[in-house]
């Protein structure tokens, strides 16, 4: 059972960056498929990035495209989501999420197994 744990959070300008972490125990982080999601106030939770273990896949919802970066560092069981350019319509309340295999369904909230408790992004204009 994988306990995620998410910080890096913070309030920035906008055109800031920020990088968010996501440390993994109780499981083999390295075998698992890694997501970040994100729910602004008052909005529906929705996806911004997710990783594949195993071939390395990764996916972006295009509102973060060429903006923001997944990655993850095995050895210290950790996953990362590099946030540049950071805009007003960014702030949101930033969940990772894990699970032992995601496949296709990594834009689905619901398919998650793994959840950390949050870590709250605003930028401010």
């Known amino acids: 059972q994988a306990q995620l744990v998410e910080s890096g959070g913070g309030l920035v300008q906008a055109g800031d960056s920020l990088r968010l972490s996501c440390a993994a125990s109780?499981?083999?982080?390295?075998?698992?498929?890694m997501g970040w999601f994100r729910q602004a106030p008052g909005k529906e939770r929705e996806f911004v990035a997710a990783?594949?273990?195993?071939?390395?896949?990764?996916y972006y919802a295009d509102s973060v495209k060429g903006r923001f970066t997944i990655s993850r560092d095995n050895a210290k069981n950790t996953g990362y989501l590099q946030m540049n350019s950071l805009k007003p319509e960014d702030t949101a309340l930033y969940y990772c999420?894990?699970?032992?295999?995601?496949?296709?369904?990594?834009?689905?909230?619901?398919?998650?197994?793994?959840w950390g408790q949050g870590t709250q992004v605003i930028v401010s204009s």
């Open positions: 999420a894990a699970d032992a295999s995601i496949g296709l369904d990594y834009h689905r909230g619901a398919s998650w197994t793994y």
């Open positions: 990783n594949h273990w195993r071939g390395g896949g990764t």
């Open positions: 109780g499981g083999t982080f390295s075998v698992y498929d």
